[in-house]
């Protein structure tokens, strides 16, 4: 029934919000040496994450209906599985299954943030061999908006995860990425062994936008050393660059013309003046 939906919502938050207060992250045993305090964005990115489709949705009078495939506007992400994404250590030959980004505090290794849209934060990981499915989910808390706007996002993040650093792979219902806040990309049948690197840029930005990302599956390394591009130095070079060249091709032309007999001349006769 509806009625237990937000009790059971609220449960599974607390849990979720428990594992990481408590350092069960990333080993999967307690350790408070390891315990942080995650944003509201992780909570809500690690409940999503934890998503499982459903075929059919069950009504009050007990009349089904499709889903209409997952994840859709019937069921969303689907049923919340925690027990698919709260590792507690169960079992030693299980390669990393869980890669989060999140901390509330901004010095924290576990902050992630855009602070400019020359900027491109990266994350890289493998694939398992034999091959196994690859869940990279993206959320964020936005600035808050106008009300009644047609474009309710003021802080808009996206989310790639490009294959060997070439072929691109986008979320869910990418064509509505500026709407949403939500953003998911499942890799079913992952290139075996290949490299995956997770990407996460802002295509519109008003002010810093902290975020946060988890990345699943039986996944054989993550590298937990995320790599930010700054644009903004190449921007520099290439308008010194560009000013270097008008400045040169100025002089030669100014020199061609004027010391070689060009076509400037003088509007009017010189002024001299004697005393």
């Not at 855009?114 to 990279?136: G, H, M, N, Q």
């Not at 100025?250 to 070689?260: E, I, K, T």
């Amino acid at each position: 029934g509806t009625s237990m939906a937000s009790p059971t919502m609220a449960g599974n938050a607390v849990l979720v919000q428990q594992y990481f207060n408590e350092g069960f992250y990333p080993s999967g045993a307690k350790n408070p040496q390891d315990a942080f305090v995650p944003s509201g964005a992780l909570i809500k990115a690690m409940l999503v994450h934890s998503g499982k489709a459903l075929d059919t949705v069950t009504y009050d009078d007990d009349t089904q209906a499709s889903t209409g495939g997952y994840p859709s506007n019937m069921q969303g992400y689907g049923k919340i599985r925690l027990s698919d994404v709260l590792n507690f250590g169960e079992s030693t030959n299980d390669p990393i299954s869980l890669f989060v980004k999140g901390d509330v505090n901004e010095s924290s290794p576990m902050y992630a943030s855009i602070d400019s849209t020359l900027e491109v934060d990266r994350f890289y990981i493998i694939a398992p061999s034999p091959s196994s499915p690859i869940r990279v989910t993206m959320t964020y808390t936005d600035q808050m908006g106008t009300v009644g706007s047609s474009h309710p996002l003021v802080n808009d993040l996206e989310l790639r995860v490009m294959l060997n650093g070439g072929d691109e792979i986008v979320p869910y219902y990418n064509s509505d990425s500026s709407i949403n806040n939500i953003e998911m990309i499942d890799i079913l049948e992952p290139c075996a062994g290949c490299n995956y690197t997770i990407q996460v840029r802002a295509v519109s930005l008003s002010a810093k936008q902290p975020y946060a990302l988890v990345a699943s599956g039986v996944i054989s390394t993550v590298e937990d050393n995320h790599e930010t591009m700054n644009k903004t130095v190449w921007v520099v070079i290439g308008g010194i660059v560009v000013c270097f060249l008008v400045v040169s091709v100025g002089s030669v032309l100014y020199w061609r013309l004027v010391y070689r007999g060009g076509g400037f001349k003088a509007l009017s006769a010189p002024v001299t003046q004697s005393l």
